[in-house]
């Protein structure tokens, strides 16, 4: 299964662009040849399950920085606290670690459910993900490093069908590719109004909102998101609330496909 860093992206933003046909909701604005093509590059990539990674992902809030070491099975991904705070764990602290892998060990329940959520955000993902195209416009800007920049705005025909989707009509920002391996190097992009969800009763994100995600070449053709910045002010219900979470991914080494969740924990012990 492919990681999903932000909630925990998995999966990733992006990818699964482009295969999605062109209907009258969605203005079909033809696009940048590139585009088209490295957008479709994602699509694959994200839909490629043989070639699992394990790897370190460092989390930083301003409440808490954390260290885990990750595995993806096919049981979805498994993770073990390395710090806290840049702090490695007390004895305490990582005697509690290890007696919570041994209770995912012995009730895969657990483990089901996991995979379930990864699942689920993953579910939400794609429907942003394949609104893209029809959602955004996108206009060729510079050539930056052999990466060629395009700036993208929202399209003004395009109707939303869904929460995920609605959050496209007040994004602006920058897609990054990487011109000769025709993949997308990096994404940002930033909300330019207000977006409600449920009429306004349920939340409201504030404009201002900001996303980046950065991705590298981590072996010859496999790439994978490294750096993601999320910065939000939110409202759920009557509750105020906001996300500024900045999440890098290192260290990435290629796991055996097929690999189960019970041999990823032994792994992270050992």
Known sequence: ????????????????????????????????????????????????????????????????TTVKEIIETRDGGVARLLSRDNVPLSTVDAAREDQRLSNLMEDASRQTHRRLREASDLDKFSKILRALP??????????????????????????????????????????????????????????????????????????????????????PGIWRANHLVIQANYRVVYKSKSSDSTLDLTGFQPVSPGLDYRTAIQMLRQ
């Open 1 to 64: 299964m492919r990681p999903h860093p932000l909630l925990p992206l998995a999966a990733v933003l992006l990818a699964a662009l482009a295969h999605t046909p062109v209907d009258a909701q969605g203005a079909g604005a033809a696009q940048d040849p590139l585009v088209t093509r490295a957008l479709a590059n994602e699509v694959a990539a994200l839909s490629d399950t043989t070639h699992p990674m394990r790897y370190r992902l460092r989390k930083v809030s301003p409440r808490l």
């Open 134 to 219: 029809n959602a955004l416009l996108y206009h060729y800007s510079h050539t930056e490093g052999g990466l060629a920049v395009y700036s993208f705005v929202p399209n003004p025909k395009f109707d939303p069908q869904n929460f995920e989707e609605e959050l496209l009509t007040g994004m602006d920002g920058e897609l990054w590719i990487d011109a000769k391996s025709e993949r997308v190097a990096r994404l940002s992009g930033r909300l330019s109004k207000d977006v409600d969800y449920g009429w306004g009763l349920l939340g409201q994100i504030d404009q201002g909102a900001s996303l980046l995600i950065e991705q590298q070449q981590v072996l």
